[in-house]
């Protein structure tokens, strides 16, 4: 008896680690090394490699593979069919699995629908990957980045809506919804307290 739920049509591969409360659902494959936190969803043909460490509450969309090197901590969301990479330069005649890059989701970020994160980069705190972008480098705490390659665009509350700030300088803005204060100094955005 397990406290998490599996569909018959999935594949967990004896040995992953899968927390309380997580469901996964059709035609998934979840690899025999793979770590999954409580109370995720796992959707429709989701791979998960080995390597892999996906923390609690995490929301993976349809269609989404997770490989190697891959970490995604508290509150991600992946929309469907976005991609992950683990190799920068892949071809398939050359063995590069000593190469892999690691890609690093910190806590809250949004990955947007059909979007791409290229290998080696950290998507920051809350941040927002626009549907279809490609993320080719770093992407700050709160930063809301769209298009190919990525640029950013603006500054994203935990709530997940756009804050009236500039990118660049210092400001402050409190989020309407939540009446959360941020402020802006030096191009870093930080979260100061809720009311």
Same mark, same amino acid.
């Given at each position: 008896?397990?406290?998490?739920?599996?569909?018959?049509?999935?594949?967990?591969?004896?040995?992953?680690?899968?927390?309380?409360?997580?469901? @996964?659902?059709?035609?998934?494959?979840?690899?025999?090394?793979?770590?999954?936190?409580?109370?995720?969803?796992?959707?429709?043909?989701?791979?998960?490699?080995?390597?892999?460490?996906?923390?609690?509450?995490?929301?993976?969309?349809?269609?989404?593979?997770?490989?190697?090197?891959?970490?995604? *901590?508290?509150?991600?969301?992946?929309?469907?069919?976005?991609?992950?990479?683990?190799?920068?330069?892949?071809?398939?005649? @050359? *063995?590069?699995?000593? *190469?892999?890059?690691?890609?690093?989701?910190?806590?809250?970020?949004?990955?947007?629908?059909?979007?791409?994160?290229?290998?080696?980069?950290?998507?920051?705190?809350?941040?927002? @990957?626009?549907?279809?972008?490609?993320?080719?480098?770093?992407?700050?705490?709160?930063?809301?980045?769209?298009?190919?390659?990525?640029?950013?665009?603006?500054?994203?509350?935990?709530?997940?809506?756009?804050?009236?700030?500039?990118?660049?300088?210092?400001?402050?803005?409190?989020?309407?919804?939540?009446?959360?204060?941020?402020?802006?100094?030096?191009?870093?955005?930080?979260?100061?307290?809720?009311?």
């Amino acid at each position: 008896m397990t406290d998490y739920f599996v569909h018959e049509s999935a594949i967990v591969d004896a040995g992953a680690s899968i927390g309380a409360g997580t469901h @996964i659902w059709h035609f998934c494959h979840i690899s025999s090394a793979a770590q999954i936190g409580r109370n995720c969803s796992l959707g429709q043909n989701v791979y998960v490699a080995n390597k892999v460490n996906i923390g609690h509450n995490v929301k993976i969309q349809n269609n989404v593979s997770v490989y190697d090197d891959v970490i995604l *901590e508290d509150d991600v969301f992946c929309g469907p069919s976005m991609v992950f990479t683990n190799v920068y330069n892949p071809r398939s005649f @050359i *063995e590069r699995k000593k *190469e892999y890059r690691p890609t690093i989701v910190k806590k809250g970020a949004t990955l947007g629908a059909n979007c791409t994160i290229v290998c080696g980069n950290q998507i920051g705190q809350y941040a927002f @990957i626009g549907a279809g972008s490609v993320v080719t480098r770093n992407v700050p705490d709160f930063a809301l980045v769209v298009g190919v390659p990525a640029q950013q665009i603006g500054w994203m509350s935990r709530y997940g809506e756009q804050l009236d700030l500039p990118l660049t300088g210092s400001g402050s803005t409190i989020c309407p919804h939540t009446g959360d204060r941020y402020e802006l100094s030096n191009g870093t955005l930080k979260w100061i307290s809720c009311h």
